[in-house]
């Protein structure tokens, strides 16, 4: 599975959206990028996963470049509860295996 | 819907004692089953995986071992803790083809001491 690079972290203000990007330069076809995230001391949360296009979910959107080779998750209003650390993760869909790297540590503030 | 319990939340263990930790999965049959662990400051290592009832793969040789002795139980097993045993235990299920979203249970937090 093709590895990926995030910001180690990153603040937003509450009520504002947050963006954040990720680098898969080396993904491949048949790849998906899936977003989760970890709050403190809970198990990973799915939050969204794409393939080719935009996606979009109750929690957020995922905003795909059209080479593939990098992309956004964008939290529309982000809330004090979406403090977390968020990873991106590349996989085909043949294989279960996920690759936790360090992620992003976001932290919403007041 | 579906939900993923593991039990118990917390655990602390000595050296040398034997472990048994537990998953289920409700709303759902036939799941793939993992077992991960995240030790402290770490990213998540997948330690195995179910595809069915008794099948299991080992992805990292350790002092553990797991087993699947009904579709939606899953069980994570040790004769003699170590030290280095201790961390954050997830639980995750997912479909069994296609995409193969993974979806976490509340994990268990172990500290061997």
């Known amino acids: 599975d093709a590895k990926t690079t995030q910001p180690t972290s990153m603040d937003c203000a509450e009520g504002r959206a947050a963006n954040l990007p990720c680098n898969h330069s080396t993904i491949s076809g048949n790849e998906y990028v899936y977003w989760y995230r970890q709050i403190h001391s809970q198990g990973p949360q799915y939050i969204i996963h794409?393939?080719?296009n935009n996606e979009t979910n109750e929690m957020a959107s995922l905003i795909i470049t059209e080479d593939r080779k990098s992309s956004t998750l964008i939290l529309p209003h982000a809330t004090l509860r979406d403090t977390a650390v968020y990873y991106c993760?590349?996989?085909?869909?043949?294989?279960?295996?996920?690759?936790f790297g360090a992620g992003t540590q976001v932290v919403v503030t007041p | 819907s579906q939900t993923i319990h593991q039990w118990p939340a917390t655990l602390v263990q000595p050296v040398g004692s034997p472990l048994s930790l537990e998953c289920t999965v409700e709303g759902t049959s036939n799941p793939n089953l993992y077992w991960y662990r995240q030790a402290a400051g770490r990213g998540l290592q997948l330690l195995f995986y179910?595809?069915?009832?008794?099948?299991i793969s080992s992805e990292v040789p350790q002092n553990l071992s797991a087993s699947r002795p009904q579709d939606r139980q899953f069980i994570l097993s040790s004769k003699k803790l170590l030290l280095s045993d201790s961390g954050f235990y997830l639980c995750a299920w997912s479909g069994v083809a296609g995409e193969e979203t993974q979806y976490f249970g509340p994990g268990t937090r172990l500290l061997v001491l």
């Open positions: 993760i590349v996989r085909g869909d043949s294989w279960g295996k996920l690759q």
């Open positions: 794409g393939l080719k």
């Open positions: 179910s595809v069915g009832i008794g099948q």
